[in-house]
């Protein structure tokens, strides 16, 4: 059984930082592709970024330049450090796990959800 657990959301005033962590067990990590997408009130669940088995990352161009996507496979831990924050980046943020090594934009793509982390970022 798949678990991941997301952590780090908040509070934060624009132009602030925050660091999400997500933890994945019951996988072998390393061997699929992560992402992070987020959900605005009133919105559709969107991408925000990915990262293959292998490290190559890929970005929404909203946050291209703010944030960057990492892993640690040791950990078997995805982050995403979130710069120079703006209100519209307020949404839950999930992480999920591909069903491939290589990463994708698409939601489908994606087989494991974890249970989301509130973001707001106040102006």
């Known amino acids: 059984q798949v678990q991941l657990v997301e952590s780090g959301g908040g509070l934060v005033q624009a132009g602030g930082s925050l660091k999400l962590a997500c933890v994945v067990s019951g996988r072998t990590f390393s061997n699929y592709a992560m992402g992070w997408f987020r959900q605005a009130p009133g919105k559709e669940r969107e991408f925000v970024a990915g990262?293959?088995?292998?490290?190559?990352?890929y970005y929404a161009d909203s946050v291209k330049g703010r944030f960057t996507i990492s892993r640690d496979n040791a950990k078997n831990t995805v982050y995403l450090q979130m710069n120079s924050l703006k209100p519209e980046d307020t949404a839950v943020y999930y992480c999920a796990v591909a069903r491939a090594y290589y990463s994708s934009t698409y939601s489908d793509d994606y087989g494991d959800w974890g249970q989301g982390t509130q973001v707001t970022v106040s102006s």
């Open positions: 990262i293959s088995g292998s490290g190559p990352t």
